[in-house]
């Protein structure tokens, strides 16, 4: 490189050299950091060859090793315009109110958020959807949008699979110019499980914003209104689409159904809509808005307030796609399904079939039923990948009703139960979930108050309880922290209040938060925060790095940690970061555009006294080793 310099330079190219030029010249040895990510990449190889991943340890294996196979598209034809050129051209109040003109069934895919939040425990890599994602751009810019951010990926991402949620942003919006991309905001929980400071929510939403995220769905998991404003003002300023979302719980159809009525939707809708919505959602997390329900619901909300409507729900019990059907027959604007292989079960009703089932009808979506497929061939091959995080099938039966549990919550609790070894007293766990949401004052159970009800229901059980001890009993107990911070008005206010006794029972003469958490909190100190970043990362910290930090400061420096040490592993196929290589197989590993690794495993040699061994590569060619001590 200094030769190189050394000749480039405008001075030396003059000719105007003279002996004293290269000690005056500093620039000269001003080289980049030594580009190591080659040796990085084959040291996490290495290390998960011989140690194996701590994520897929003792968990059923993936067999398939082959890439997924890609839909043939023609990637120098021209990005179609879709809806994000409209959005971008009219701005976010004249492009809602031109969805009400929108007759065709808009629909909005899932597969990159909910679907594998809900099935494969939010562990689908951005690897597996940028590959995919050129095919979007080209194939399907009749939809509405993509749910590609927010809810449980930003956490795991940098969890378990050690990726930059900001980075997977960022390559999907340069992949896909065109369809809108839709967020799930936790209004002042944001992306996490707690209430944050208000400064913190506003910075994570305009950085959002900016970052590429069009529409941010916001909700509130106990449908406290006024816990939504920070986050919805907040949107509304950064120019992005706000979508206001009503939880569904319930059962509007029930005459017995005095808390959660229409009436209390209708309220809340109107309540949104004065705060400025741009759309309104129904988010039925449990999938309780029976097809019936879906239907008087939509109607009712057509006629009460004047935003498009956006249904989602998810098909645990099974005939939620006949609730879409009703809500669109009922003139519901955009519905959320996902595509075939990640549909259905806990997740959204099957994408595919439901374009071709409304077909011929007057909401017909435009949609081309075989790029749809293919692209579900992606998926299904996709999926394969992901054995190990797999829950078993869980039907659910008409107790649903009762429980109301939420999709993304359903198999997670079970595999909860079955590790503390009540698999087999499932049905119990469904009925103690909805025994202490009685005694919770029959709340919104969605994230994160769902979590606390769920985790009171294992802690009774655990603990061979029944809901009434908890107010009648003198044992000590130690409550889960989620029950305490639920009961405590730290997750905000519910209609009616917590019932007085349950609250004097587990807070145990602690008092409850008055008014709105956020209110209260101090506001985060940026500088503070970045000033320790600083020293991990090494450089000053980006908005975006801070915000991360902020928001999960653990796992925001163990993910920083990887990749201080491993690079960015994000670029490995998904079967070589869960499992490194086999002996013999080569993979090429593409770690910006236009400069790919190639790597093949030769072998793992024998331990060493010491207790390493030596991983044996070629490298574009080379060999290449590394050592690694074996703690298998
Ligand atoms: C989330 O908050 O992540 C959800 O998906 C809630 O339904
Ligand atoms: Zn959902």
Known sequence: PFLIKLVMHSTFIEGNCTTTFIDETPELFDFPPRKDRATKLLAYLGETIVNGNSLVKNRPVATRRIPAPLPKFQSTAPIPDSMRQKFQRLGAEK??????????????????????????????????????????????????????????????????????????????????PNILFQMLLRASNAVGYTNYPDNVVREFVKEAAGAGIDVFRVFDALNWVENMQVAMDAVIESGAICEATICYTGDILDPRQSKYDLKYYVEMAKRLEGMGAHILAIKDMAGLCKPYAAELLVKTLRQEVGLPIHFHTHDTGGVQAASLVKAAEAGVHIVDAALAPLSGGTSQP????????????????????????????????????????????LPAGSDLYQHQMPGGQYTNLYQQARALGLADRWSEVCRMYADVNQLFGDIVKVTPTSKAVGDMALFLISNEMTTEDVVSSNRELAFPQSVVDLISGRMGQTPGGFPANVQKRILRGESPVEGRPGANLPPADFE??????????????????????????????????HDQTYGDTSVLPTPAFLYGLEPGEEISVEIEPGKTLIIRLQTVGEAHEDGRRTVFFELNGQPREVTITDRS
């Open 350 to 393: 099957n994408l595919n079939t439901l374009v071709e089932s409304i077909k011929l009808t007057d909401r017909e979506t435009g949609l081309q039923s075989a790029r749809l497929d293919e692209i579900a061939d992606y998926w299904r091959a996709v999926r394969e990948f992901y054995t190990p995080f797999e829950s078993p099938v």
């Open 528 to 561: 503070q925060s970045n000033d320790k970043l600083q020293e991990i990362l090494g450089h000053k910290p980006t908005h975006r790095e801070a915000l991360s930090h902020l928001l999960y400061p653990e796992v925001f420096e163990d993910f920083a940690r």
């Open 95 to 176: 492009f809602s109110k031109s969805l009400l003109e929108h007759k065709p069934l808009l629909l909005t895919d899932t597969t990159f958020r909910d679907a594998h939040q809900s099935l494969l425990a939010t562990r689908l890599r951005t690897y597996d959807m940028l590959r995919i994602a050129d095919v979007y751009a080209r194939h399907c810019p009749e939809l509405f949008s993509l749910e590609m951010w927010g809810g449980a990926t930003f956490d795991t991402s940098m969890r378990f699979l050690k990726e930059y949620p900001w980075q997977r942003l960022s390559e999907l919006r340069d992949r896909v």
